[in-house]
């Protein structure tokens, strides 16, 4: 008999909540502006924007002050482009697990009032945007640990949750894009502990093909680590990486674009959570974190091709995002705690990181973490 993960049964409304997932996620405005989204202590909705599109983002008094999305509360985030350009925003409610969502009103503009329930019961959820433009969502669910998804349809409403095949008992989530455009889902299975997958049998379409399992490795069982990371090479050929049983990493890559999968090979390090980006050349970089010593990154030494060893970036990565701004250029933030004062208190500390000097710099500071 198979025993379902932990979140397959619901405690008591309010009496238990999801620890917020507090990684900062960065994405680009129409007109270039980055905008940084971020999780509070106080599961309140953050987030801070460049305020000219010429300006220099590494420079912190370039931004906006942090500020909040509402008072509602939000355990796991996500954030999507509409096809005009607008940016929204999706949420994992902590007390009744259903998603919701807010989006700007304009591109470049502000925001819808309040949150807007999507409904559902889901333990975790990604989301990517078809070739089209129409952003989907792919949940699992909290009874069962199945996979369903919900994508916005041609008028602009939403297809409402349902099943996306549920063959197989769901952990780890993780999706990107084909060369083509079809939708790919990674996704850790709780009866065999490999990493399997499921795609698109067309571009926007809402047919799927089967699960299929991309190989025996296994994966490690801590579901709230950063254990699976996708990356698309400039070829468009999707590259996986993850964090195995014995906290080594792994990786394995499409032998063509939209093509069939090589077998894992070792990365070299033994971490606890992965991240991966692309820069503007095309080339992916992959950072992680090793308890014993801090953090690490490697990158691709030309696109397409082979990787360079890993070297060490000097602390760890605790609240890390990665994005890109309006040229393609990495950006890429670290939150952590610290304190200051002659009686310590302590604080929110937000660095930027800068490639051409391989070290960070102070971005943001937080005293009062709980302010709007």
């Known amino acids: 008999m198979t025993t379902l993960p932990s979140f397959s049964s619901i405690p008591e409304k309010f009496s238990e909540r999801f620890n917020p997932l507090r990684n900062p996620i960065i994405v680009t405005n129409q007109d270039g ?12 909705v953050r987030h801070r924007w460049l305020l000219k599109p010429s300006d220099d983002w590494a420079e912190s008094s370039n931004w906006s002050d942090w500020t909040c999305m509402g008072d509602d509360a ?3 985030l996500a954030v999507a482009k509409n096809v005009d350009g607008r940016i929204e925003v999706f949420g994992h409610d902590p007390d009744n697990y259903t998603i919701k969502h807010k989006w700007q009103t304009t591109p470049n503009g502000g925001w819808s009032d ?3 329930s999507l409904g559902g019961e889901y333990a975790n959820f990604k989301v990517e945007t078809n070739q089209d433009g129409r952003i989907e969502l792919f949940a699992i669910s909290v009874w069962g640990a199945k996979l369903h998804h919900n994508y916005q349809t041609a008028n602009g409403g939403w297809s409402g949750w349902s099943s996306l095949n549920e063959a197989i008992t769901l952990q780890t989530l ?9 939708i790919e889902v990674f996704a850790q299975n709780f009866e065999d502990n490999a990493l399997w ?3 698109q049998s067309e571009v926007n379409s809402s047919k799927w093909s089967q699960w299929g399992s991309l190989g025996d490795v296994k994966l490690t069982r801590d579901k709230f680590l950063d254990t699976v990371a996708v990356g698309q090479n400039a070829d468009g050929r999707l590259e996986v990486f993850i964090i195995d049983e014995n906290l080594s990493v792994k990786k394995s890559y499409q032998t063509a674009p939209n093509g069939s999968w090589n077998l894992w090979g070792d990365v070299g390090l033994k971490c606890t959570s992965l991240f991966i980006g692309k820069n503007a050349n095309g080339c992916l970089e992959l950072f992680a974190n090793a308890d014993d010593s801090g953090a690490w990154h490697k990158l691709q030494k030309d696109p397409n091709s082979s990787w360079s060893e890993w070297e060490t970036l000097g602390y760890r990565l605790d609240l890390l995002g990665v994005g890109n701004d309006k040229d393609g ?3 890429v933030i670290n939150g952590y705690m610290g304190s200051t004062g002659p009686a310590p208190f302590t604080i929110e500390l937000w660095d930027v990181w800068i490639p051409e000097l391989n070290r960070f710099f102070r971005w943001s500071i937080r005293e009062n ?3 709007c």
Do not use: C, Q, T
């Open 174 to 182: 993780s999706v990107g894009k084909n060369a083509d455009g079809r």
């Open 329 to 331: 250029n990495l950006i």
């Open 369 to 371: 973490r709980n302010k």
């Open 114 to 116: 309040g949150w807007a």
């Open 33 to 44: 502006r980055p905008e940084v989204f971020m999780i509070g202590e106080d599961y309140k």
């Open 74 to 76: 939000v355990a796991i």
């Open 197 to 199: 997958h499921i795609w």
